[in-house]
Nanobody
Framework: VPLQASGGGLVQAGGSLRLSCAVS?????????MGWLRQAPGKDCEFVGA????????VYADFVKGRFTISRDSATNTMYLQMNSLKPEDTAAYYC?????????????????????WGQGTQVTVSS
């Protein structure tokens, strides 16, 4: 599953970044929930947020609510993560990932382990 994240960089605390995740193939979105995960050195993977492409519904981790927003551009098959009010603790490699919709009624997961496909990460560094 081709996923390519981009848009990371170095930003000061309080600043903003927008990450992009390009996906090849529109049909893909009907079978997967699309998520953003992050991992800092020496730490476990953290779920950041995810969306149902077809419904546009989103789920976020508590620590990013009100600061991060996931959106999509159906014309270009691109998912975005707008990150505002960044904090030093947001420093991590960010990955876009895909969780197969496993059954009727299957909901968006907040567990990294459910995301079977990960793209190449993009580094976000927030300085204090």
């Amino acid at each position: 599953v081709p996923l390519q994240a981009s848009g990371g960089g170095l930003v000061q605390a309080g600043g903003s970044l927008r990450l992009s995740c390009a996906v090849s193939g529109r049909a893909f979105f009907d079978s997967y929930f699309m998520g953003w995960l992050r991992q800092a050195p020496g730490k476990d993977c953290e779920f950041v947020g995810a969306m149902s492409w077809s419904r546009g519904s989103t789920v976020y981790a508590d620590f990013v609510k009100g600061r991060f927003t996931i959106s999509r551009d159906s014309a270009t098959n691109t998912m975005y993560l707008q990150m505002n009010s960044l904090k030093p603790e947001d420093t991590a490699a960010y990955y876009c990932a895909a969780d197969p919709i496993r059954a009727i009624g299957y909901g968006i997961s907040n567990r990294c382990s459910d995301y079977d496909y990960w793209g190449q990460g993009t580094q976000v560094t927030v300085s204090s």
